[in-house]
């Protein structure tokens, strides 16, 4: 959900660019009409972020009547519903809005006051200092979006201010990105080890599949260069499937590559379990287990303690 809400939140400022190079008024329009939905997905997506991430439990009907509602905003974007039209201020274009704009505006205000106070809640049911610094950077990231947005409002209602949406927008990401880094407000550790195993073995099922167009074109003497597009097919679902089965090696060679001294540890544990899950012999089980503590804990040695008989 929280990377939908990022994915939305580039996609705006990458239609914002293209709408402040617009040649016409007309092209310009055209543009408008996208950051309204953009906007309000991303809204979306960051009010329902909000109760996942601070484990606060919704109505039933919140997130279904909050993306109904959002989808007939959507709905009503291609017609003159909400804006009708482009205009030049100062500082660029500008869209004619309708009273029904109002009711859109309002519509994500509500969300966001609704998402903010779930992470207020969060922030003073934090039982560590971490915890609460990690709510605090959403909280301080998403305070920088509203009011960045809130000035891209303004000027349309004659406000001379310049609209500053998009750097709040690189505020929100600059402490998103401290609060992941420094406070783990996800373990991107995780998502970095399987992305490069992806990208390892989509770059392997690549390499086959040249190596079997190549062979294919060879042997039987195409003249058609590159081959039929069903060729092309088989020979990528071919390569694909038969490395899948190294799947599993390319991300235990990844884990060793980031973290070597937890992978060493995951491991003895599975020796563990595997070479003890038959043993009746107390002495021997507990030889085992002291070794592999001593191993875990980087101890020159280790003693188990057993009661007494007496």
């Not at 880094?181 to 990208?199: C, N, Q, S």
């Not at 003497?221 to 597009?229: E, G, I, K, V």
Request: charged share 15%.
């Amino acid at each position: 959900i929280f990377a939908l809400f990022l994915s939305y939140m580039a996609l705006w400022g990458l239609i914002v660019f293209f709408m402040r190079n617009s040649s016409t008024l007309e092209e310009a329009l055209f543009w408008e009409r996208f950051p309204l939905a953009t906007v309000l997905g991303a809204t979306l997506l960051f009010f329902q972020f909000s109760f996942l991430f601070s484990r606060v439990e919704p109505h039933p009907w919140v997130l279904p009547a909050a993306y109904i509602v959002g989808g007939l905003f959507v709905a009503l974007i291609p017609f003159d519903v909400l804006i009708t039209g482009m205009q030049v201020k100062f500082y660029g274009y500008a869209p004619i809005i309708t009273p029904y704009f109002y009711v859109y505006s309002l519509f994500l205000y509500l969300l966001l006051i609704m998402a903010f106070f779930n992470l207020r809640l969060a922030y003073v049911s934090a039982s560590k200092d971490e915890e609460r610094n990690r709510v605090g950077y959403v909280m301080a990231g998403i305070a920088c979006t509203v009011i960045g947005g809130t000035t891209d409002i303004l000027p349309v209602l004659g406000v001379s201010i310049y609209p500053l949406g998009i750097v709040g927008n690189l505020l929100f990401a600059l402490l998103t990105s401290v609060a992941i880094v420094r406070h783990h407000l996800f373990d991107i550790r995780i998502a970095i080890r399987r992305g490069v195993a992806l990208t390892l073995l989509s770059a392997m099922v690549g390499i086959l599949y040249a190596g079997m167009a190549l062979s294919v074109s060879f042997f039987f003497s195409l003249r058609q260069l590159p081959a039929p597009a069903w060729l092309q097919v088989l020979l990528l679902v071919t390569a694909a499937m038969a490395l899948q089965p190294l799947y599993g090696r390319v991300q235990r060679m990844v884990d060793r590559w980031f973290s070597r001294d937890i992978y060493d540890y995951q491991r003895a544990l599975e020796r563990f379990a595997q070479e003890t899950k038959d043993i009746t012999d107390l002495r021997r089980l507990s030889q085992t287990l002291v070794e592999l503590s001593a191993l875990a804990m980087q101890a020159r040695w280790a003693l188990v303690l057993q009661p007494s008989q007496k």
